[in-house]
């Protein structure tokens, strides 16, 4: 069913458009004026506007113009009884889909109706399609490959054994840690592992999204659901369907929205926003954090009923900390993928450049390394790249001599987490205690943040 509205000074022609309109099955609305219509339409969307040409206060050549610029969505037709080539090009050069001249049989007012929205649902069905292969374009472009992932560390080791046998199963993914760790990396390795590969990977950045519009990005809506809906939006689950979604920051999803979310588990269905039909999901979830879910149950935050559909499957990230065997592959593998991008020779670290990257605490993880080797190479000049060409992050990161040598991890871990620990105080000293303003400081996440002052107790 089609909304359409007719602007006409004629009560009599207007009320038997209508009666057409509703013969047909669609809704129609007939108002006498031009400024009239135009309120109309700015309390609710229109699929088509019928207009006369001559009218008192505004002709149709100036409803057409003004239609256009408040609802570029909405079609115009031109009737007049004063029909005449010239108003005929310039309503149809102003946007118009077509024109009929007065006195016309309703049959053929009907029939050009039809033949509107007819093209009207083609346009709709090309553009929705348009939109779903954009995505996987997108994807296949860029087709992930476990060549992205490096490590020799045990962790990664058990992470990519366990990529391998979670792909081959529909179950829902949730993988744990911490800002800049690569966990979309890893989703994106067990949708390209799975049968799900040829269609589409969509991510959904659930931390960005402002709260009362998160609803219609992951369901979409119809047109008219809400002020700003001027036509039918796909949503993300929608250009998923036979494909993977990946929710990144889920603990940042409004407990009204995780009421939804659970129901796409369980039911496998939802419902776009101002929606009356029901819509199948044939979908993979995966979801990623870097916040304590199970806190978050215990103090009401999350669902728990969610907590418990979203991690069948738990993997767990390390924090680039805890492999530090793994930067130097790390740093090989950026310096070479940076040197190619920018297409200039390839540059080397010294081993004094390279054990200061190593005892650097990496907030911001694998993340950030890479934002400072691509800094790095930007900035240093020649070939080899000596300490004093990192940035001058390095130069806060003191070496404890007295705690190297023999000791043993558990000594280097603690001070790694001292060094950390007194890099957030100073950050948020310096911040006067704006989170966001310290978190951007360290290059972090403020949702990272969050965690690491409850994880040091500098709340």
């Not at 118009?96 to 007819?118: G, T």
Request: aromatic letters at 6%; one cysteine or more; charged letters at 30%.
């Amino acid at each position: 069913m089609s909304r359409i509205l007719i602007v006409d000074d004629n009560d009599t022609l207007g009320s038997g458009v209508v009666l057409m309109l509703q013969r047909m099955g669609h809704e129609g609305v007939a108002v006498t004026s031009g400024p009239e219509g135009l309120e109309r339409l700015k309390a609710q969307p229109y699929d088509l506007v019928i207009t006369d040409y001559r009218m008192d206060e505004m002709n149709g050549l100036q409803v057409l113009e003004a239609v256009k610029v408040q609802s570029p969505e909405t079609d115009i037709m031109m009737m007049t009884a004063h029909g005449t080539i010239e108003i005929a090009v310039e309503a149809m050069k102003l946007g118009a889909v077509d024109f009929i001249s007065k006195p016309f049989p309703y049959d053929e007012l009907r029939l050009k109706i039809e033949k509107v929205l007819e093209f009207q649902a083609a346009r709709r069905a090309s553009e929705r399609l348009g939109e779903q292969n954009r995505y996987l374009r997108e994807e296949i472009d860029g087709r992930y490959n476990f060549g992205e992932i490096i490590g020799e560390a045990e962790q990664m080791h058990s992470i990519l054994a366990a990529v391998r046998k979670v792909a081959a199963t529909d179950s829902s993914v949730l993988i744990y840690g911490e800002s800049g760790t690569g966990k979309e990396l890893v989703a994106r390795a067990v949708h390209y592992q799975s049968n799900r590969s040829e269609g589409a990977f969509v991510k959904v950045n659930c931390g960005a999204l402002p709260a009362e519009l998160v609803e219609s990005e992951l369901f979409g809506h119809e047109k008219g659901a809400f002020t700003s809906a001027i036509r039918q939006k796909k949503g993300k689950f929608e250009l998923a369907e036979g494909g993977t979604i990946f929710l990144d920051e889920i603990g940042d999803v409004p407990l009204e929205t995780q009421v939804k979310l659970l129901r796409v588990l369980q039911e496998k269905q939802y419902d776009r926003v101002g929606g009356e039909q029901t819509l199948d999901a044939d979908v993979r979830i995966v979801a990623a954090t870097n916040r304590p879910l199970k806190q978050m149950v215990e103090k009401g935050a999350f669902r728990e009923d969610l907590f418990y559909r979203l991690e069948v499957i738990p993997l767990y990230l390390p924090p680039l900390r805890e492999r530090r065997g793994d930067i130097p592959l790390l740093v090989e593998h950026f310096m070479v993928k940076k040197c190619e991008e920018m297409n200039i020779t390839l540059k080397r670290l010294t081993d004094e450049a390279m054990m200061g990257l190593a005892r650097y605490p990496w907030p911001g993880n694998v993340r950030e390394l890479e934002n400072v080797i691509e800094r790095t190479i930007v900035l240093s000049d020649g070939e080899q790249v000596d300490y004093q060409d990192l940035p001058l992050i390095f130069d806060e990161v003191p070496v404890d001599r007295e705690r190297q040598g023999t000791g043993g991890s558990i000594a280097l871990n603690e001070r790694l987490d001292e060094m950390e620990r007194d890099l957030i105080a100073r950050a948020m000293d310096e911040a006067n205690h704006v989170k966001t303003k310290a978190a951007s400081l360290l290059g972090i996440k403020t949702s990272a943040l969050y965690y690491k002052l409850d994880k040091y107790g500098l709340e």
